[in-house]
T-cell receptor
Framework: DAKTTQPNSMESNEEEPVHLPCNHSTISGTDYIHWYRQLPSQGPEYVIHGLTSNVNNRMASLAIAEDRKSSTLILHRATLRDAAVYYCILRDPGAGSYQLTFGKGTKLSVIP | NAGVMQNPRHLVRRRGQEARLRCSPMKGHSHVYWYRQLPEEGLKFMVYLQKENIIDESGMPKERFSAEFPKEGPSILRIQQVVRGDSAAYFC??????????????FGPGTRLLVL
C-alpha cells in the first residue's frame, strides 16, 4: 500500500470544526482512502472511506483533492468524544491484501 | 446488534505459559483479522482467517503463535510459551465481504496481555 503522511497531533476547541489532513502523493489510481480512529483504550473504529468524490456520513466528511494526492477528514463539530488517534489508510483492491496498514496517525485533542 | 466480542479483556500470564485469546465476530461476518498493538506503537496486522481457513498469515511471528477460526465457535489466537515481549493489546476485527480495498473492518475492544 502507498504511504500516507499525517501530522502527529492537532488540537481543536469543542463544538468547532476540525480538518485533519493526510498526504498521499504516491497514491495509485485504484487506491481507496480510508479513515479509522482509535479512542483511548478502545479498538479502532471505521470513520469513512472514498475513492475520488467527496463523501459524507453521519460521523464525518471526506474531502479528496482533485489530483488525489491529499485528503481531509472533516469533523463538523468536535465533541470531547472525538478525542482520538485518527488514521488515514490507503487500500489497493488489486493488491489482493485485506490487511489495514496503520501508521502513527494524528492524535486529536479536544479542548472544552 | 452485538459487535465484535473479545475475551478475556485482560490476561496476565507468567513467562512460559500459554495465552488463548478469543474473538467472536459480528453476526453474519465470516472473515476475521487479528492485529497486535505494542505499547506506544500502531497496530500491526497478524493474520486473516475465514471459517476453517487461514488466508494470510504474513504478519504472524514464525514461532509460538497460531490462529484458528473453526466452523463453530470463536476465532482463537494462541501464544505458546509467552515472553515479556508478547505484552501488548491484541485486537480482532471482522468483516462481511472480502471486497479488498473497500470492506469495512469492525474491531473488538481488544485483549490486553501482560506477561510477568
Amino acid at each position: 500500500d502507498a504511504k500516507t503522511t499525517q501530522p502527529n497531533s492537532m488540537e481543536s476547541n469543542e463544538e468547532e470544526p476540525v480538518h485533519l489532513p493526510c498526504n498521499h502523493s504516491t497514491i495509485s489510481g485504484t487506491d481507496y482512502i480510508h479513515w479509522y480512529r482509535q479512542l483511548p483504550s478502545q479498538g479502532p473504529e471505521y470513520v469513512i472511506h472514498g475513492l475520488t468524490s467527496n463523501v459524507n456520513n453521519r460521523m464525518a466528511s471526506l474531502a479528496i483533492a482533485e489530483d488525489r494526492k491529499s485528503s481531509t477528514l472533516i469533523l463538523h463539530r468536535a465533541t470531547l468524544r472525538d478525542a482520538a488517534v485518527y488514521y488515514c489508510i490507503l487500500r489497493d483492491p488489486g493488491a489482493g491484501s485485506y490487511q489495514l496498514t496503520f501508521g502513527k496517525g494524528t492524535k486529536l485533542s479536544v479542548i472544552p | 446488534n452485538a459487535g465484535v466480542m473479545q475475551n478475556p479483556r485482560h490476561l496476565v500470564r507468567r513467562r512460559g505459559q500459554e495465552a488463548r485469546l478469543r474473538c467472536s465476530p459480528m453476526k453474519g461476518h465470516s472473515h476475521v483479522y487479528w492485529y497486535r498493538q505494542l505499547p506506544e506503537e500502531g497496530l500491526k496486522f497478524m493474520v486473516y482467517l475465514q471459517k476453517e481457513n487461514i488466508i494470510d498469515e504474513s504478519g504472524m511471528p514464525k514461532e509460538r503463535f497460531s490462529a484458528e477460526f473453526p466452523k463453530e465457535g470463536p476465532s482463537i489466537l494462541r501464544i505458546q510459551q509467552v515472553v515479556r515481549g508478547d505484552s501488548a493489546a491484541y485486537f480482532c476485527a471482522s468483516s462481511a465481504f472480502p471486497l479488498a480495498g473497500q470492506e469495512t473492518q469492525y474491531f473488538g475492544p481488544g485483549t490486553r496481555l501482560l506477561v510477568l
